[in-house]
C-alpha cells in the first residue's frame, strides 16, 4: 500500500482532507496521511498552525515531510487565492487563463523542490470553489435552497466553480459568506463537499480533477476518475 501525505494549509483544509479526501484515496487502497503547516516554530509553546504567509513557511514544511521516506507522494491543498507572492512561478505567471497561471505556479514549486515525490496542489482559487461547485448539497445543508440557486449563477457567470473572481472582496469564501452570513467556514464547506462527494468536485472543476488523476496516476491506482 502505497502512502500519500497531504499537507494543509488551515482548519478547513484540514477537514476536508481528513474526512473526504482520506476515505476517497483509501478506497483505491492508499494510505492517507494529513498535517496542517507550521505558521510559526517557538522555542517554548505550542507551533502556530494554519495560513501561509511567505513561501519559506511552506517550503519549510515540505522539505521537513520529504525527509520521510515512507511517504511516496507528498501534496498540497493551500489556496491559489492569498499563495505567498514571493512562491517560485509568482512574479512571472502568463497571460493565459487562471487555469495556465496556477499549473505555471505549480510547476515552478515542483522545480524549486527538485522531489519527484512532491505534487504540489493549489487549489483555485480557495478550497470554496470546491463548495461552489457543491450548492445544491450546501443549500440543502444549511437549510436555504436559495443559496444553492444564487451559488449555481455565480458560477454559471464566471465560467465554472474555479474561475470564480479572487479578489479580496469577491474571492468564493467571501461571495458565500455574503449570501450566507451565518456560514461556517471550517464546518459547513466541507460537510457539503463530504455529501455531495468528490466525483461532484471533479465533474465541474477541471483543475481539482486534474490533481486528483495525477495523484491517482502517481499511486498507481488505477482509477481514471
Known amino acids: 500500500m502505497r502512502r500519500l501525505h497531504i499537507l494543509c494549509e488551515g482548519q478547513t483544509e484540514e477537514n476536508l482532507a481528513n474526512e473526504t479526501l482520506r476515505p476517497y484515496f483509501a478506497s483505491a487502497q492508499a494510505y492517507v496521511t494529513v498535517s496542517v503547516l ?89 478550497t470554496e470553489a ?37 479578489g479580496p472582496d469577491t474571492a468564493p469564501s467571501k461571495r458565500i459568506t455574503r449570501l450566507h452570513p451565518t456560514y461556517r467556514k471550517t464546518r459547513d464547506g466541507p460537510d457539503a463537499v463530504h455529501l455531495a462527494g468528490v466525483e461532484q468536485v471533479r465533474l465541474r472543476c477541471p483543475h481539482a480533477d486534474a490533481w486528483f488523476r495525477a495523484v491517482e496516476e502517481r499511486l498507481g491506482t488505477g482509477r481514471s476518475g
Open 130 to 166: 470546491w463548495v461552489i461547485a457543491c450548492a445544491e448539497t450546501l443549500g440543502e445543508l444549511v437549510g436555504k435552497p436559495r443559496l444553492s440557486d444564487s451559488l449555481r449563477a455565480l458560477a454559471t457567470s464566471a465560467g465554472g466553480p474555479e474561475l470564480v473572481n479572487d
Open 38 to 126: 507550521n505558521t510559526r516554530r517557538t522555542a517554548a509553546g505550542p507551533n502556530g498552525k494554519g495560513g501561509v504567509g511567505r513561501w519559506s513557511s511552506l517550503e519549510r514544511d515540505i522539505r521537513l515531510l520529504a525527509r520521510d521516506s515512507s511517504i511516496d507522494v507528498l501534496t498540497t491543498l493551500v489556496d491559489y487565492y492569498g499563495a505567498p507572492s514571493d512562491a517560485p512561478g509568482m512574479g512571472d505567471r502568463p497571460r493565459g487563463t487562471a487555469y495556465d497561471r496556477v499549473a505555471h505556479v505549480e510547476s515552478a514549486m515542483a522545480r524549486a523542490v527538485d522531489d519527484p515525490r512532491f505534487l504540489p496542489h493549489l487549489v483555485l482559487h480557495e
